[in-house]
Structures are given as structure tokens and as C-alpha cells.
């Protein structure tokens, strides 16, 4: 994890202080935190397949449940665990209220005509990952991503997830399975090589 | 939970799959305009001090109590059906077999996330390889110290208790025993001893051993105090005979 200043060149523009207070430390320190996670929640908000239409604000909801509970985190710990439980519980909830799962219209990124060709294999490779994402159910989903992409120990999954271990494995090694039938149908279907 | 159909373990992935894998690790910097946008909605919203405000979930209050009214309703039928059912087939197989997809912990609510436990970066888990690779783990055994062996040991614990738990569905208590005693047998230590212990236990239930469910659920209690297994574990012992 980075320690990006919030003056570097991702901070926010500064908004004029018309009669609004001035944070004060600890608000300081949490949104320095969600600056710094913020590209990795974004991510993460994509994965769990949050459109782009919705993206931000779910991101505005994440933080301000993170903000809101900001004194039970223990700064010790990495952030970015504790981030993905309050992603994944605001995309589920988000799900649920839109009742229906929407598979994402366009994986965005950078214009591929622009990249040079290694930039543009892993553009491909991202978007391919992220589609083949969204054909796993969210649950599996969530323990996949956990565990194979943010690289988060299993005890770790299961306590972030609450829930019990022999599930995280179970669901882990459905994912797996579900990714790689996933990978050949697109091989099959030529979208990848 | 469902099984592997052809009751084998997951193939590893491949290296193509790994490949793409890799490249989904490394979080790539968003666009700084939408950076821009987000942040400054999150330090507007920390300006207006509205945060406690508009934390709260987007369901409306009203919408709350209407679900939780239902909820209350929905539980109060099915305790209703539940209890009936017993009353009418005592037989051990009439009662849930899925102890432990029914004792998955649904995600709670966004407004009551816990407080992560401390991350560490691990190694990529490996893919499980065939049980014949993996010898039999005796009490005593000294365990692997590789983070990949160990994994791939607790993959071959899933599939050991797997079979417990097809067993339990079938409603076939003495095998789910025998199985959880080749469990214990092979990996006294192991980390699914919490999930074979309530397996144990619910054969026990099954199996009409009262006396002896009780005192492994005591044990239970003792060794996993802070389980997420005990409340299921407490309603079956409740539905005994």
C-alpha cells in the first residue's frame, strides 16, 4: 500500500469553505485511508460486479460506513480486508435492491489503441478476468476474490466473511472450478486465446 | 453443499488461468477524474458532518420494520412447521441433514461489519492434487511446515468430510461416524476439527445417542467457544429426543 499524500496529484480539488467545518484529525486520517484504498475499492467494487453507472456511489457508501466505524478499525491491520467486507456487504445489498443480478455492459479501461502491446495484454487480461468474474454467484465470488486475487489468508476470508472455514474452502474450490469452466467456454468461443 | 461430481478434487489452475490471474492482482491507478469525484464527495460529506446521517442504509425506515415484521413472521411458521414435523416423525433422517450449509453464516448488514483481524499476504493456494499424493496423517505426525502442503492437506480434509457430509444427507449417521473418525484418525490437529466435530455431533443426533450427543456438544462448547456452528448446533441438540 502506497502512503499517497492527499496533496499528490490524485488528491481531490479543494472545495471553497463556505461556512463548513474543517476535519478534524481523525476524519483527516480516515479520508487519507479511503484515498489511499481508493483505486483498490473501485477495483473491488468492480469485480463484485457493480456497474460503472453505480460505481461512485457505492464507493461514497463504503466510505461512509468505513467513516462511521473508523474507531473500530485497528490501524495495525491492513486496510484493504476490512474494506472488502463493507465493499461486499454494500454490493450485496445493492443487488438485492435491484433484485436481478446486471451483468456489466462494457468493462472499461484505457483505450487499448493507445496502449503498447504489453499494457494492452493486461488491459485484455483484466477485462477477461472481470468477465469471467461475473459468471461466478457472488458469494463464491467474494472468497475468489479474497483469496486468489487480494491473496488474503483463508482464516482471514472466513473471519472478514463470517463465515465458518469449511465454507470458505467449499466455495473457494467451487470458484475455482467455476473460473476455469468459465475460461474454456470463452476459449471456445474465441474471446480468448 | 454440493460435491464434485465425479467425487475428485479441483484440478489446478492452469498456467494460462494463473496468467491471468496475475495480471488482475496488480490494481491499476483509476481514471483521475472519477479519483477527483470520489474523494470530493467523501470530504464534502465529512464537511457538512452529515456522515451519522447518511450512513444509514438507503432502505427506508418504514421498509425496515415492514422486513423485519416479515422476518419475525416468516421464522414463527417455519419454528411452527419445524416443531409439527418432529411431533409427527420422530425418525432421526426427518430432521435437516445440511448442518453445515445451514450453518453458513449469511453476510450480515452493511451497518454491522466487523473489525478485520490483522492480514498477512500468503502464497497463492495450490490446487488440490490427488489423495493418493497425500499420505495419511497419523496423531502425533509432525505437520507440514510448507504453506502450499498445508493447504493442499486441508483440501483433502474437505473431501474427507465431504463424504460425512453426503452421509448426512443421506441420512446414513453410522458412516457419517466412521468417516469423522477417519478424520480424527488422520488429522487429530487438523483445521476442519471444528466442521468434523459438528458433524460428529449431528450423526450422534441422528443416530438417537442422546446421551453421548450431549456430552460431544459440551465438548464442543469447551473446544470452540466462539464457533459459528454452536447456535445450529444448540437447535439440534434442542430437537433431540
Not at chain 2, 453464516?105 to 492480514?119: L, M, N, Q, R
Not at chain 2, 459440551?218 to 448446533?233: E, I, M, Q, T, W
Amino acid at each position: 500500500m502506497g502512503s499517497a499524500s492527499l496533496t499528490g496529484p490524485h488528491s481531490a480539488p479543494e472545495q471553497p469553505n463556505h461556512g463548513v467545518r474543517a476535519l478534524d484529525r481523525e476524519e483527516e486520517t480516515c479520508l487519507h485511508a479511503y484515498q489511499r484504498e481508493l483505486d483498490y475499492l473501485l477495483r473491488t467494487l468492480k469485480r463484485l460486479g457493480v456497474g460503472p453507472v453505480d460505481i461512485e456511489d457505492l464507493a461514497q457508501d463504503v466510505f461512509l460506513i468505513l467513516r462511521r466505524n473508523w474507531q473500530q478499525y485497528d490501524p495495525t491491520c491492513s486496510l484493504r480486508p476490512y474494506l472488502f467486507a463493507i465493499a461486499f456487504r454494500v454490493a450485496s445489498s445493492h443487488r438485492r435492491r435491484r433484485w436481478r443480478e446486471v451483468p456489466l455492459p462494457v468493462v472499461d479501461g484505457p483505450d487499448s489503441a493507445l496502449c503498447p502491446d504489453g499494457l494492452l495484454e493486461a488491459d485484455q487480461a483484466r477485462n477477461t478476468v472481470l468477465k469471467v468474474l461475473q459468471t461466478i454467484p457472488l458469494p463464491r465470488r467474494a472468497v475468489l476474490v479474497m483469496h486468489d486475487l487480494d491473496e488474503v489468508p483463508v482464516q482471514l476470508v472466513a473471519t472478514t466473511l463470517s463465515i465458518p472455514l469449511f465454507t470458505v474452502y467449499s466455495r473457494l474450490r467451487k470458484a475455482r472450478r467455476e473460473v476455469k469452466s468459465a475460461i474454456v467456454r470463452m476459449q471456445e468461443r474465441g474471446a480468448i486465446r | 453443499m454440493k460435491v464434485d461430481d465425479s467425487g475428485r478434487m479441483i484440478p489446478p489452475f492452469c498456467p494460462m488461468v494463473e496468467a491471468l490471474l496475475a495480471h488482475e492482482r496488480t490494481i491499476v491507478p483509476q481514471v483521475s477524474l472519477v479519483r477527483a469525484r470520489a474523494l470530493a464527495r467523501a470530504r464534502n460529506a465529512l464537511r457538512a458532518g452529515d456522515v451519522m446521517a447518511l450512513a444509514t442504509s438507503s432502505v427506508p425506515r418504514r421498509g425496515w420494520r415492514l422486513l423485519f415484521a416479515a422476518t419475525a413472521g416468516i421464522a414463527l411458521l417455519a419454528s411452527a412447521a419445524a416443531a409439527y414435523q418432529l411431533l409427527r416423525s420422530p425418525a432421526p433422517s426427518a430432521r435437516s441433514p445440511h448442518l453445515l450449509q445451514c450453518a453458513q453464516v449469511a453476510p450480515s448488514s452493511a451497518a454491522t461489519e466487523t473489525a478485520p483481524a490483522p492480514a498477512a499476504k500468503s502464497a497463492p493456494v495450490r490446487a488440490v492434487p490427488p489423495a493418493s499424493t497425500i499420505p495419511a496423517q497419523t496423531p502425533g505426525t509432525s505437520r507440514p511446515t510448507n504453506p502450499a502442503a498445508k493447504e493442499d492437506i486441508v483440501f483433502e480434509e474437505l473431501r474427507l468430510l465431504e463424504r460425512a457430509q453426503q452421509s448426512v444427507t443421506r441420512g446414513d449417521y453410522a458412516a457419517v461416524l466412521a468417516v469423522t473418525t477417519e478424520h480424527e484418525r488422520r488429522y487429530s490437529g487438523g483445521r476442519l476439527c471444528e466442521e468434523r466435530e459438528a458433524l460428529r455431533l449431528r450423526a450422534l443426533i441422528g443416530l438417537g445417542r442422546s446421551h453421548e450427543a450431549r456430552q460431544a456438544a459440551a465438548r464442543f462448547r469447551h473446544d470452540f467457544p466462539r464457533s459459528v456452528l454452536l447456535l445450529k448446533l444448540d437447535d439440534m441438540l434442542a430437537s433431540s429426543p
